[in-house]
């Protein structure tokens, strides 16, 4: 793993949960519908975090499986889901039997996968024309006050990959494994208090992972930012908008 997930993921998995958003109900509709998500299935949450969408899946009537590296973060599954079978893994390493699983998704975590590795695993553990979803929410910074808040954090990023680059799709176009993905973005807001939206910068793993002064000192950002823009400012509550983007694709026959 990369050491911003591995140690920063771990020491803000509190921060993840209070911070980070769940996914629209549409957007979760269809995914269940392109995955065949229902009572008989059997659906991998690789990478599930703390399992925000693990419990939304829970809600198709499948039977769902999660599979979290970071042993704070599957605590936090274990606790809140216990009808959840939750395991130590990587994508890179799926501890689960060849054919097992009739979907897999992946929710904020594909572009830290070595995808290559990972594409082959998932086509082990899925079942013969199985489906793979990924999910991302990201900030929308399109919006002014948005657009400042990743001023504060991206130069802190270092060689922490990003999903926006675009860069994890290249595995998907040198397998031969998966079909076309395919694609759907919904627009939606999170709402948070000011604190809230201070743990949602502190969940990030690579301002996690920096020494106290210097997160201390960009989290200091964020809240001057909160008290000083006039979208936010004087606010109890604070809509924080994000674009929900949703891939899918169908194993193929090797």
């Known amino acids: 793993m990369h050491r911003s997930a591995s140690q920063g993921f771990a020491q803000a998995s509190e921060a993840y949960e209070q911070g980070r958003p769940g ?26 975090g703390t399992g925000k969408l693990t419990a939304l899946l829970a809600g198709t009537g499948a039977e769902v499986v999660a599979v979290e590296p970071v042993a704070e973060m599957r605590a936090v599954i274990e606790r809140a889901l216990p009808g959840v079978a939750a ?15 009739d979907a897999v998704t992946v929710a904020q975590a594909f572009h830290w996968f070595r995808g290559d590795e990972a594409l082959a695993e998932i086509h082990r553990v899925l079942r013969p024309g199985g489906r793979l979803g990924l999910v991302w929410n990201i900030r929308d910074s399109s919006v002014a006050w948005v657009a400042r808040l990743s001023e ?16 994890w799709r290249e595995a998907f176009e040198r397998t031969a494994r998966f079909g076309p993905l395919r694609q759907v973005q919904v627009s939606h807001v999170h709402r948070l208090t000011p604190d809230g939206v201070v743990a949602r910068v502190a ?41 929900a983007d949703l891939f899918w694709t169908g194993s193929l026959v090797d």
Do not use: W
């Open 23 to 48: 996914y629209p109900p549409e957007t979760v509709a269809r995914l269940a519908r392109e995955l065949e998500l229902r009572p008989g299935r059997v659906v991998l949450d690789l990478a599930a």
């Open 87 to 101: 395991y130590a893994g990587t994508a890179e390493e799926i501890p689960l039997e060849t054919n097992g699983v």
């Open 203 to 243: 969940s990030v793993s690579f301002v996690a992972t920096l020494p106290q002064a210097e997160r201390e000192g960009v989290l200091a950002k964020v809240r001057d930012l909160l008290a000083t823009d006039p979208v936010t400012r004087g606010r109890d509550e604070i809509e924080l908008p994000y674009r």
């Open 152 to 167: 504060i954090i991206e130069p802190h990023r270092g060689d922490a990959p990003a999903v926006r680059t675009g860069a």
